[in-house]
């Protein structure tokens, strides 16, 4: 199976910036595409951007501009997400996600969570 572990979320001001990493483990060739999610204070999880193995990036509108995923080349499945000019509507719960390869299940992490306040 694979796990996903996401890291560098914290406490930052209003037009600052944050980045995060996600490594999966295990059994990482089934590990194609690799996505971030994010859970906002009683609000529905929201698809935030995605990286394909090719290295191409999708985003969501909200978020496109500001942010900037990328491959962790050190790493076997790895990837950062490089979030600037953040405001408060960026706080939130931010999710690494995998679907996998042959099984198509569906792999989250626990989670970093991001504040924006000053």
């Known amino acids: 199976q694979v796990q996903l572990e996401e890291s560098g979320g914290g406490l930052v001001q209003p037009g600052g910036s944050l980045r995060l990493s996600c490594a999966a483990s295990?059994?990482?060739?089934?590990?194609?595409?690799m996505d971030w999610y994010r859970q906002a204070p009683g609000k529905d999880r929201e698809w935030v951007a995605t990286?394909?193995?090719?290295?191409?990036?999708?985003y969501a509108d909200s978020v496109r501009g500001r942010f900037a995923v990328s491959d962790d080349n050190s790493k076997a499945a790895a990837m950062f997400l490089q979030m600037n000019s953040l405001v408060p509507e960026d706080t939130a719960v931010y999710y690494c996600?995998?679907?996998?390869?042959?099984?198509?299940?569906?792999?989250w992490g626990r989670g970093t969570q991001v504040i924006v306040s000053s």
């Open positions: 996600h995998v679907k996998l390869f042959l099984t198509s299940d569906d792999v």
């Open positions: 295990g059994n990482t060739p089934l590990v194609k595409n």
């Open positions: 990286i394909t193995r090719r290295g191409a990036a999708t």
